[in-house]
């Protein structure tokens, strides 16, 4: 997403696109954002086409909402500016049980176009495969879904020719105040918030000699902190 588009992204959220579509039209935004008409449209056709909102006709009128990604970017600038603003982001940590999941990590861990951003943005090349931590607790499947309002080091999708590939959200981490690796978020996945998966350069479960049911802590480390 380029810079220009912020705004708009900003001014739908206050219009309350986050939560449901809104009528509105590009003239009536332009004027909201002192922008032309046709810069305005321009905007949200870019970004429709790059996945950020979704728009369509209701009773004749055109209306528009923010799609999950434009939240969860959204939601990511929030975060980077809060902590910025506010001094170093609170870094939670999150206790689960191991337990040997479907085998789709290895799989989506292994593809050329996620391991190329891997090694670029991460600095390490993953092992082919995940450990999947089950939580238990409340507390630690609201820390689960906090974590998305945090900042985090963004994979992009891609195609193969074949099939599309949806995008990936990483953490830098530490796993049993030792071990580092990443907390990895797939917008294609049969999990939920009560799992959590992590990545490293090493097989985890060898490296700290862990069994199924064994508990495992993860200690979240700023974006800058790379693994």
């Known amino acids: 997403m380029k810079s220009v588009h912020i705004p708009t992204l900003l001014e739908l959220l206050l219009l309350g696109a986050k939560e449901d579509y809104v009528e509105i039209s590009t003239t009536d935004l332009a004027k909201r954002l002192g922008k032309s008409q046709q810069v305005i449209s321009r905007h949200l056709s870019d970004l429709e086409k790059a996945g950020y909102v979704d728009r369509m006709q209701r009773s004749g009128r055109a209306s528009v909402k923010l799609t999950k990604k434009g ?13 910025a603003f506010e001094g170093t982001e609170p870094v939670p940590e999150i206790r689960g049980k191991v ?22 943005l991460l600095g390490f090349d993953p092992y082919p495969g995940t450990l999947n931590l089950r939580l238990d607790s409340p507390q630690d499947r609201r820390l689960r879904r906090d974590l998305e309002r945090h900042s985090s080091i963004n994979i992009e999708g891609f195609e193969d020719g074949h099939r599309t590939y949806g995008w990936a ?11 580092r690796g990443a907390v990895i978020i797939l917008e294609r996945t049969h999990y939920d918030d009560s799992v959590l998966e992590l990545i490293s350069p090493v097989n985890i479960r060898e490296a700290l000699q862990l069994k199924d049911g064994e508990i495992v ?3 979240i480390l700023p974006v800058t902190e790379k693994p």
């Open 169 to 179: 959200k990483c953490y830098p981490a530490e796993i049993n105040d030792g071990l």
């Open 99 to 120: 337990f040997a999941g479907l085998g789709e990590g290895a799989y989506y861990v292994s593809l050329r176009g996620y391991r190329r951003q891997f090694v670029n």
């Open 71 to 83: 939240v969860d970017t959204m939601t990511g600038i929030y975060a980077a500016l809060s902590s």
């Open 217 to 219: 802590s993860v200690r």
